[in-house]
């Protein structure tokens, strides 16, 4: 009789457990106060993903003598690998972990090229940029809704590229905070 008590224990056990790992795809916009964007988020193990995104930033040039400093919205592609590390602390203490709520490491890598630029100055130019930045930050829901917010924060370099030379000597630290409201149009997950 204890046999199948206990094994009855254990298969209640799996039929309730619940599945605290990320989304398999996210599909996102999300707004700031330096830009807007479009990103993917998708599953590569239960706790990574790589994020992937498009957008326009903010960007302040500040120059020498020979350019006018100048800010402007410039074309930005991101990829990030992230690590959701309390999920399952998230998901276990009842907590909503809906589109990947939760608190995060990555090593964001984002690409600023020299399509164009939107600014009120004539003849403005950014040259190629790459940084690459090991942030922490923080996904939230608002509510029970596709509503949600974005912070984190980061240190890293900001290398500045040209085309006569792959890498030029002027590149940067390159502090990055974000702040960001946005909307999920498109998740792997019931609610």
Same mark, same amino acid.
């Given at each position: 009789?204890?046999?199948?008590?206990?094994?009855?224990?254990?298969?209640?056990?799996?039929?309730?457990?619940?599945?605290?790992?990320?989304?398999?795809s996210?599909?996102?916009?999300?707004?700031?106060?330096?830009?807007?964007?479009?990103?993917?988020?998708?599953?590569?193990?239960?706790?990574?993903?790589?994020?992937?995104?498009?957008?326009?930033?903010v960007? %302040?040039?500040?120059? =020498?003598?020979?350019?006018?400093?100048?800010? &402007?919205? $410039? +074309?930005?592609?991101?990829?990030?690998?992230?690590?959701?590390?309390?999920?399952?602390?998230?998901?276990?203490?009842?907590?909503n972990?809906?589109?990947?709520?939760?608190?995060?490491?990555?090593?964001?890598?984002?690409?600023?090229?020299?399509w164009?630029?939107? %600014?009120?100055?004539? =003849?403005?130019?950014?040259?190629?940029?790459? &940084?690459? $930045? +090991?942030?922490?930050?923080?996904k939230?829901?608002?509510?029970?809704?596709?509503?949600?917010?974005?912070?984190g924060?980061?240190?890293?370099?900001?290398?500045?590229?040209?085309?006569?030379?792959?890498?030029?000597?002027?590149?940067?630290?390159?502090?990055?905070?974000?702040?960001?409201?946005?909307?999920t149009?498109?998740?792997?997950?019931?609610?």
């Amino acid at each position: 009789m204890k046999k199948i008590y206990v094994l009855f224990l254990l298969s209640a056990h799996t039929i309730f457990a619940q599945d605290f790992s990320v989304e398999k795809s996210t599909f996102s916009f999300q707004t700031g106060l330096v830009g807007f964007w479009l990103n993917n988020e998708s599953r590569l193990s239960d706790k990574f993903t790589l994020r992937t995104e498009i957008g326009l930033d903010v960007f %302040t040039q500040k120059d =020498n003598d020979k350019n006018p400093d100048f800010d &402007a919205l $410039v +074309p930005v592609i991101t990829f990030e690998p992230r690590w959701y590390y309390n999920l399952e602390k998230r998901g276990t203490d009842g907590k909503n972990i809906h589109n990947n709520a939760a608190n995060f490491v990555t090593l964001m890598v984002s690409y600023r090229p020299d399509w164009f630029v939107i %600014t009120g100055v004539e =003849n403005a130019y950014l040259n190629h940029q790459v &940084a690459v $930045v +090991p942030k922490w930050g923080i996904k939230r829901n608002i509510g029970k809704s596709d509503f949600n917010y974005e912070l984190g924060a980061g240190l890293g370099y900001n290398f500045m590229l040209n085309k006569k030379h792959s890498f030029d000597d002027s590149g940067e630290v390159w502090l990055d905070l974000h702040a960001r409201i946005g909307y999920t149009f498109k998740s792997s997950r019931k609610k």
